[in-house]
């Protein structure tokens, strides 16, 4: 059975970084794009970034762009986002999930999610 499992979230002060990983198990998603969203107490899931299935293309919502890198080991069955210059804004569960090939935007796109990880960053 596939398996999204999230790990690196925690407790940071603004400005602050984390590096998130999402390893894959009970099959390859080196065929899948790959998302990060974020929900915060009260709001909607959101969409956070993206790499499609070979790595060569990434996507960044305008919130993190410029501090949040996304990137992937498909050796590893694993992906990564890297988050820089972190704000309270940022509070939030992230969830990784996968579908085939491309990067979507919105979360019914995607077939597989993980259980989330905790991010808090404290001002």
């Known amino acids: 059975q596939a398996q999204l499992v999230e790990s690196g979230g925690g407790l940071v002060q603004a400005g602050g970084s984390l590096r998130l990983s999402c390893a894959a198990s009970?099959?390859?998603?080196?065929?899948?794009?790959m998302g990060w969203f974020r929900q915060a107490p009260g709001k909607e899931r959101e969409f956070v970034a993206g790499i499609n299935w070979s790595g060569g293309n990434t996507y960044y919502a305008d919130s993190v762009k410029g501090r949040f890198t996304m990137s992937r080991d498909n050796a590893k069955n694993t992906v990564y986002l890297q988050m820089n210059a972190l704000k309270p804004e940022d509070t939030a569960v992230y969830c990784c999930a996968a579908r085939p090939l491309d990067i979507v935007l919105v979360p019914k796109g995607y077939d597989y999610w993980g259980q989330g990880t905790q991010v808090t960053v404290s001002s």
């Open positions: 009970g099959r390859t998603f080196s065929s899948y794009a």
